[in-house]
């Protein structure tokens, strides 16, 4: 699959995102391309583990194999709207737990969520240029830091208490 | 007292995306694009310079940023029961309340501080904890709810 137009960025933050998903990574990173492998024995290896063959009880005939290089394909738009820029992390919440249930992405995203609040609270984040906030310390921050703008000093969220009508 | 000139200044050498929509001797207003954690919101900022005449214009106490689209998204079945996370709600429109973005109450804001390195960074910290908050149910940015006595002049 060519991710060539993905950025680093957005391939770490990706990375962390499906952290919980790991094979997930793997997948996306080996898939080949399935449209014209038809009627050719699919063999697809986990390439952390040679021994684990994703494809050991796949296709069993070809019908089999058509339904899962259509599987294949789903997961393929799926990974790559994950990565995009074009939705919103409630969006891709909603997006994981299409592919994954409510449990394990609810609880990646609470998780992200925390980490970046965390990030903003105690000021170890930066701004790149875009005004994404990214956390220091984590996986992205070499790479970021060196394309990022200055770090902005500390501040406390205020805010009015709502008064329903 | 930052002058407006400087604060121009300052926002186009960090923030070129911004532009200058208003420009007067005691005012500037800003449209440009920040990116919280995943999408660019489109932002309008707006400050003034504080002047006898309008003392309780919000936006010559601090700069107003109002996220212009996509539009925020109230919640009202949330916990705490305030249907946007830290804001001075508007009563006309609660879509465009302004952020709050640092506690007066404590100075963290001063005129004599470039919006360029306070409040635009701030605001990317308000939009990232936001998607957080619309996708998780809670706000983990922090922060404290204080007296009302910036909420009537949202509307100004």
């Known amino acids: 699959m060519d991710i060539g137009a993905v950025t680093i960025e957005e391939q770490l933050r990706f990375k962390w995102l499906t952290g919980r998903f790991s094979w997930v990574g793997a997948c996306h990173r080996c898939l080949p391309p399935f449209d014209e492998r038809d009627g050719i ?3 697809v290896r986990n390439p952390e583990c040679d021994d684990d063959c994703f494809t050991d009880r796949w296709p069993e005939n070809r019908g089999a194999q058509r339904m899962y290089i259509d599987d294949l394909k789903l997961l393929r738009g799926q990974l790559a709207a994950l990565m995009s820029d074009e939705l919103m992390l409630d969006e891709k919440r909603d997006l994981l737990v299409a592919m994954f249930g409510e449990g394990p992405a609810q609880s990646a995203i609470d998780d992200y969520a925390a980490m970046i609040g965390r990030a903003v609270q105690s000021g170890q984040r930066t701004v790149t240029s875009t005004g994404k906030v990214v956390p220091i310390g984590g996986v992205a921050a070499p790479l970021i830091t060196s394309s ?13 208490r709502w008064k329903p009508r | 007292m930052k002058k407006i000139v400087e604060q ?6 960090r923030w070129p995306g911004f532009e200058v929509a208003e420009e007067t001797a005691d005012k500037a207003i800003w449209f440009g694009s920040l990116v919280g954690i995943e999408r660019p919101y489109r932002l309008m900022i707006e400050y003034g310079l504080p002047i006898a005449s309008s003392p309780n214009e919000l936006f010559r106490i601090f700069p107003l940023v109002r996220v212009l689209s996509p539009r925020l998204v109230p919640r009202f079945n949330v916990a705490d029961g305030a249907p946007l996370p830290h804001v001075y709600f508007d ?5 465009l309340s302004p952020l709050c973005l640092f506690d007066p109450e404590a100075s963290e804001w001063l005129h004599s501080d470039l919006i360029a390195l306070t409040t635009i960074p701030w605001a990317a910290d308000w939009l990232a904890c936001y998607e957080g908050w619309l996708a998780s149910g809670r706000w983990h940015g922090g922060g404290r709810h204080g007296r009302a006595k910036f909420s009537e002049g949202a509307n100004s």
Do not use: P
């Open chain 1, 41 to 43: 024995q699919i063999d």
């Open chain 1, 148 to 160: 990022a703008s200055a770090q902005a000093r500390g501040h406390t969220f205020y805010g009015t």
């Open chain 2, 91 to 95: 009563e006309y429109d609660i879509t």
């Open chain 2, 8 to 13: 121009i200044r300052a926002m186009r050498l």
